[in-house]
């Protein structure tokens, strides 16, 4: 069984750059959640993708936005990219009635 | 809105001691309730949950009681050991059809031998 893999493990852009991360989900999980976290804190909710399309979204701006494919991979993609956007960026993947998030590694992404 | 209040850190403990993190949370509808842990150099990974009032989530020596009537998932362990050192973070899902997410900011446990 294959976990859930991310890439790139670090990032660095400039402030206004647009940046896109990639996630692989675990084997059979065909749900994709992304998370934001700040260092000392807990993982805050961007969105999820189901069957290719946004399921559920938290307190972000539009300018985070993401795709999911048909093999169930995602992609984050975050445009006009601030300083307050650098974090750790988590991606879990899960297979509905269960709701357990199964976490990647994370991409760190440092804005400069 | 919903969210998770979570006892802020670090908790440090002798080895053997009790612990208890205490977490409570806001949510409409019956949400489901997660510990998840991540330790030193290692990924988030699921600890323990509960889905309903008054379940018993347990794993690891760890337990929490979803309590419906004081909204609360507290995580506690009889004797900790110095590997349980570690972020512990309280978390639920809700939403219509939940698909929204929320996580406490974590405790840092510290255990001492």
């Known amino acids: 069984e294959t976990g859930v893999t991310q890439s790139p493990t670090h990032l660095i852009k400039t402030r206004g750059q647009q940046v896109t991360l990639r996630c692989s989900s675990q084997?059979?999980?065909?749900?994709v959640s992304w998370y934001q976290q700040a260092l000392g804190q807990g993982p805050q909710f961007i969105f999820q993708?189901?069957?290719?399309?946004?399921?559920g979204r938290g307190n972000f701006p539009p300018r985070f936005s993401g795709l999911q494919f048909p093999n169930y991979s995602s992609e984050l993609n975050v445009n006009a990219l601030e300083l307050d956007d650098s974090a750790l960026y988590l991606c879990?993947?899960?297979?509905?009635?269960?709701?357990?998030?199964?976490f990647g590694p994370g991409t760190r992404l440092t804005v400069t | 809105g919903d969210s998770v209040t979570q006892m802020e850190g670090p908790v440090t403990l002798s080895e053997e001691a009790f612990l208890t993190i205490n977490c409570t949370y806001t949510a409409t509808g019956y949400p489901s309730l997660f510990w998840y842990v991540q330790y030193p150099g290692e990924g988030l990974q699921l600890l323990l949950k509960?889905?309903?009032?008054?379940d018993k989530g347990s794993n690891k020596g760890f337990e929490a009681t979803y309590r419906k009537e004081t909204t609360s998932f507290h995580l506690e362990k009889g004797s900790v050991q110095v590997s349980d050192s570690a972020v512990y973070f309280c978390?639920?899902?809700?939403?219509?059809?939940?698909?929204?997410?929320?996580f406490g900011s974590g405790t840092k446990l510290n255990v001492k031998p």
């Open positions: 084997s059979g999980h065909n749900t």
């Open positions: 978390a639920l899902i809700a939403g219509d059809n939940f698909n929204k997410f929320y």
């Open positions: 993708y189901y069957r290719e399309e946004e399921n």
């Open positions: 509960a889905t309903k009032a008054d």
């Open positions: 879990a993947s899960s297979l509905p009635p269960s709701y357990e998030q199964y």
